[in-house]
Nanobody, 132 residues
Framework: VQLQASGGGLVQAGGSLRLSCKVSGNRREIPASYVVCWFRQAPGREREGVSCITNNDNTYYKESVQGRFTVSRANAERTIQLQMNHLKPEDTAVYYC????????????????????????WGQGTLVTVSS
C-alpha cells in the first residue's frame, strides 16, 4: 500500500486548503476494512492526530479542528480528502496521511485513533503554512 499526500501550500489566516491522500496498491493489499488518518507535525513539536475516516465513513477529529476541517472519501475510496476551512496560524505544519488496513473496532478507534503505532503505512508530508 502506498500513500501520496498533496495539496499543501501557503494561505492567509481564515483561508481554506484541501489536502488529498491517494491510496494505491493491488486489491489484495487494500481490504474492505481500513482506516485512513491525517497527522501533522509543527516545527519543534511532536506529531499529532488531526482526523481519521474509516471505510464506513466513521470520522474522528482533533478537538481544535472540529467544525473547521472535514475528512471524506472520494474517487471510489482511493482518495481521502481533508477540507480545511478557517485556517489559523497554529494549523501550520507538515501534514501526513497514514493508513491501517484490516478489521478494526469502533470502540477502540474512539479512544485511540491518534495512536501513531497503529498505522502501518505512511505517505510523505505536505507542508501547510498559514500566515497571520
Amino acid at each position: 500500500v502506498q500513500l501520496q499526500a498533496s495539496g499543501g501550500g501557503l494561505v492567509q489566516a481564515g483561508g481554506s486548503l484541501r489536502l488529498s491522500c491517494k491510496v494505491s496498491g493491488n486489491r489484495r493489499e487494500i481490504p474492505a476494512s481500513y482506516v485512513v488518518c491525517w497527522f501533522r507535525q509543527a516545527p519543534g513539536r511532536e506529531r499529532e492526530g488531526v482526523s481519521c475516516i474509516t471505510n464506513n465513513d466513521n470520522t474522528y477529529y482533533k478537538e481544535s479542528v472540529q467544525g473547521r476541517f472535514t475528512v471524506s472519501r472520494a474517487n471510489a475510496e482511493r482518495t481521502i480528502q481533508l477540507q480545511m476551512n478557517h485556517l489559523k496560524p497554529e494549523d501550520t505544519a507538515v501534514y501526513y496521511c497514514a493508513a491501517s488496513v484490516g478489521p478494526y473496532e469502533l470502540d477502540y478507534l474512539a479512544k485511540w485513533w491518534e495512536s501513531e503505532d497503529d498505522y502501518d503505512y505512511w505517505g510523505q508530508g505536505t507542508l501547510v503554512t498559514v500566515s497571520s
